[in-house]
């Protein structure tokens, strides 16, 4: 009864541990963390990854809002002296990540809060590695198409998939594909950080516009004539979906709306970042009020 109740909080939750240390090894080969580097992890389960990341690095600060595996996981490397074993939510640390790493088995039900909180804080992580779903990969990978969160992220992000895992690698089983994600920081920013603000919004007002095709999006920030030569140069179709532009066509948009549109032109996008939260977040309430109302009636 007791392993029960342990396999479905494990649901409840989104845990998924890996099983084989051997695994966690030939992971870490593929990485960037060698025996300089402090390393942070989100949810450490077992220990089975924190353990791997002691031999592999210089200290290791681990998070686990688990008190049952806090417990266990201070018993265990009790005698360590290059590892921190903290209780609580990472989501609501005040960390500095400056010139560290994270290497995590992350709970999938709070993937979109991390990668979040780990891309947009001032000293972002130069390297994070995680375990995430398949379908979120792709999702901020921008795979087949450039989705909000993906162009968010890329002009200071390099995203790619490092590793394929099998169900079997995990327990309890899970039913969707997992990867291995590694999000590293360019060198060099493709936008420059002081424009950092005015490109999200730029992209959240793309996004916001629920419009047919990209002319109808950008008619009050591009003139007509501007648009046409912008086609041609970059090579897309005015009736395509703002869907269909790659990175780089968005990149060079947004470059051009810099130089090439007049201040008033530009506060069309000014603020619209906040907008679309906004929206986005009203949205999930409204979503969340029919689920609730749904399981009502079928109790």
């Known amino acids: 009864m007791e392993e029960t109740e342990k396999y479905n909080k494990n649901i409840l939750l989104s845990q998924n541990f890996v099983k084989d240390p051997e695994l966690v090894n030939s992971l870490l080969e593929k990485t960037s963390i060698n025996s300089k580097d402090i390393v942070y992890e989100i949810g450490s389960g077992k220990g089975i990854i924190t353990e791997k990341l002691l031999a592999k690095s210089a200290k290791v600060i681990a998070f686990e809002k688990d008190e049952e595996l806090f417990f266990k996981l201070e018993e265990k490397f009790k005698n360590e002296d290059n590892v921190e074993i903290h209780l609580g939510d990472f989501l609501k640390q005040d960390i500095d990540f400056k010139g560290s790493k994270v290497f995590s088995n992350i709970p999938f039900n709070i993937t ?8 947009n804080i001032e000293n972002s992580p130069i390297d994070t590695y995680l375990f995430i779903q398949k379908e979120a990969f792709e ?3 921008g795979i087949p198409k450039e989705t909000l969160v993906s162009l968010l992220i890329k002009p200071w992000f390099e995203l790619r998939e490092l590793h394929g895992f099998s169900p079997e690698d995990f327990s309890p089983k899970p039913s969707v594909d997992i990867v291995l994600l590694q999000i590293k920081k360019h060198e060099e920013f493709l936008v420059e950080k002081k424009n950092r603000q005015i490109y999200n919004d730029f992209i959240s007002y793309s996004f916001s516009q629920w419009q047919p095709n990209i002319e109808k999006t950008f008619k009050k920030i591009f003139t007509y004539k501007q648009l046409k030569i912008l086609s041609n140069d970059l090579n897309f179709d005015l009736g395509d979906k703002i869907t269909d532009l790659t990175f780089e066509q968005f990149l060079n948009l947004f470059n051009y709306f810099l130089q090439g549109v007049d201040s ?6 000014f603020g619209f970042e906040k907008i679309l939260q906004k929206q986005q977040k009203n949205l999930k309430k409204i979503h969340r009020s029919r689920t609730d109302k749904s399981w009502k009636k079928k109790i």
């Open 264 to 269: 008033k032109k530009q506060k069309e996008v």
């Open 112 to 119: 979109s809060e991390i990668i979040k909180k780990l891309v």
């Open 139 to 141: 999702k901020y990978s």
